[in-house]
């Protein structure tokens, strides 16, 4: 892609996702709160107890739409009262089905890996919840406190904190962004909070990236979302040493998933906003390079996104939920108009999107 293109000539489709899209998500409405994963593809229906990440990723389009708002008090109530059925009585809100269906795949995983953290699922749960609650924050309900046992003291933490294997620093990231959102939003927790906060700013490498050990420009970047996602959620302040996260970005081109490309995109807004003028022609160029590719997700017909080009998504957190149609799907939708936010002012396009907390 060249870095001639012309965002308001060649981005104009985006544009008309503030308009389309909400159609796309009404079609996906059910009963009590209840959204279907994707079109016509979905593998259960509403009269099973499911479909809390499908009802959280309506909820983060709608509000990155700027159309949660008005929706009717009732409507939003409704909303929170789905999410929070899933509740469990240690704090956690989690998807049963998700869970059970998940269960084996996630065990043999972690014997392949080596890596027991989530053996009895427990970052997925922890990570539903974190969703869950930004969701619940966003529909303007008080989010419960996580009753999630934390470490409480400072030293606790960086004690829990040291102990993450920081040689594979994606899954590591993903067990301190929800800790410092936990510790965030429970009462007495502010030291811990600092004390974290301040761990992870002393262990940023020298490239911006935090990890240990030879890393590959995508572990680099997969780990530097996931720590930015737990310090912006946290208010922690500005992105640390942005332009060497600035400079991981853009050596990174162009390869990857569009998982590991929208992570890399989260980390060049975040790092750009705390350094705007650093390579910025270069930074204009990359992110609408990188939003023209996003366009292969979107399917026009119906208003949508979906995770794969061209198809649905299967699989949620490892339990198949899907036939993975020729369709768009929740997910997927969430995902890319997450990515579009986070490209489109990179980019010079304005398409009417609002970033919401990852």
């Known amino acids: 892609m060249s870095a001639a ?11 008309e996702l503030p308009r389309r899209v909400p159609e796309f998500l009404a079609r996906l409405e059910g009963p009590n709160g209840f959204y279907r994963y994707s079109l016509t593809g979905d593998l259960h229906g509403p009269e099973v107890r499911w479909g809390l990440g499908n009802t959280v990723f309506a909820v983060k389009s709608l509000a990155s739409l700027g159309k949660l708002a008005g929706l009717p008090p009732e409507r939003r109530a409704e909303l929170a009262r789905f999410i929070l059925s899933f509740r469990r009585d240690d704090g956690l809100l989690s998807d049963p089905l998700v869970v059970r269906k998940s269960g084996l795949r996630n065990k043999l995983l972690c014997l392949r890996t080596g890596d027991f953290s989530n053996f009895f699922n427990g970052r997925v749960r922890s990570a539903e919840t974190r969703q869950a609650l930004l969701s619940l924050a966003l ?10 046992n934390l470490p409480a003291s400072p030293e606790a933490a960086l004690a829990w904190l040291e102990s993450l294997d920081w040689t594979r620093p994606w899954a590591a990231g993903s067990h301190f962004s929800p800790l410092l959102y936990f510790y965030y939003l429970k009462p007495g927790a502010g030291a811990a909070l600092a004390a974290a906060v301040e761990w992870a700013r002393r262990g940023q490498r020298e490239d911006g990236a935090w990890g240990r050990g030879a890393l590959s420009a995508r572990e680099k970047l997969n780990g530097a979302m996931k720590v930015l996602t737990g310090l912006t959620v946290a208010g922690a302040g500005a992105a640390p040493m942005p332009e060497r996260l600035v400079d991981l970005c853009l050596a990174s081109g ?34 609408a390079a990188r939003l023209d590719g996003l366009r292969r997700y979107y399917h026009p017909r119906h208003g949508g996104f979906s995770f794969h080009p061209g198809r649905a998504n299967t699989h949620y957190y490892g339990a198949r939920l ?10 997927g939708t969430s995902l890319l108009l997450w990515g579009v936010s986070l490209l489109a002012p990179l980019a010079g396009a304005d398409c009417g999107l609002r970033e919401v907390p990852a």
Do not use: F, I, K, M
């Open 5 to 15: 293109l012309t965002p308001a000539a060649d981005l104009a489709w985006t544009r």
């Open 139 to 148: 529909l303007g309900h008080a989010a419960p406190e996580p009753a999630e």
């Open 254 to 287: 162009h390869e990857g998933d569009a998982c590991d490309q929208l992570n890399a995109a989260y980390v060049l807004r975040h790092a750009a906003a705390a350094a705007p003028a650093y390579r910025a022609a270069e930074t204009a160029a990359w992110a």
């Open 322 to 331: 899907s036939r993975g149609l020729a369709e768009p799907d929740v997910h």
